[in-house]
């Protein structure tokens, strides 16, 4: 089993599109309905996977998520701040 952090990028329609960290140019799709019960946009989930390559389960990452979610806000007002 092969186990990924990924960032659940959106919410589009009947999908959860998933984007691979350190590879942002690598996206997975996932059924929304598998994910959208505990996981919201902007969550680094620790994604793992079938060995045939199909979704298994994943799990959102707290404290890594919230880590990034300072990190993103901070960068926000900075630039808010440079006008």
Request: hydrophobic share 30%; aromatic share 8%.
């Given at each position: 089993?092969?186990s990924?952090?990924?960032?659940l990028?959106?919410?589009?329609?009947?999908f959860?599109?998933?984007?691979?960290?350190?590879?942002?140019?690598?996206?997975?799709?996932?059924?929304?309905?598998?994910?959208?019960?505990?996981?919201?946009?902007?969550d680094i989930?620790?994604v793992?996977w079938n060995?045939?390559?199909?979704?298994?389960?994943a799990?959102?990452?707290?404290?890594?998520?919230?880590?990034?979610?300072v990190q993103?806000?901070?960068?926000?007002?900075?630039?808010?701040?440079?006008k």
């Amino acid at each position: 089993m092969k186990s990924n952090k990924y960032t659940l990028d959106r919410y589009d329609e009947e999908f959860a599109v998933l984007v691979e960290k350190g590879n942002e140019s690598h996206q997975k799709l996932i059924e929304r309905s598998k994910l959208e019960s505990y996981a919201k946009e902007g969550d680094i989930l620790d994604v793992e996977w079938n060995p045939d390559g199909t979704f298994k389960e994943a799990s959102v990452l707290e404290t890594e998520t919230e880590e990034r979610r300072v990190q993103v806000t901070a960068l926000i007002e900075k630039l808010k701040n440079k006008k």
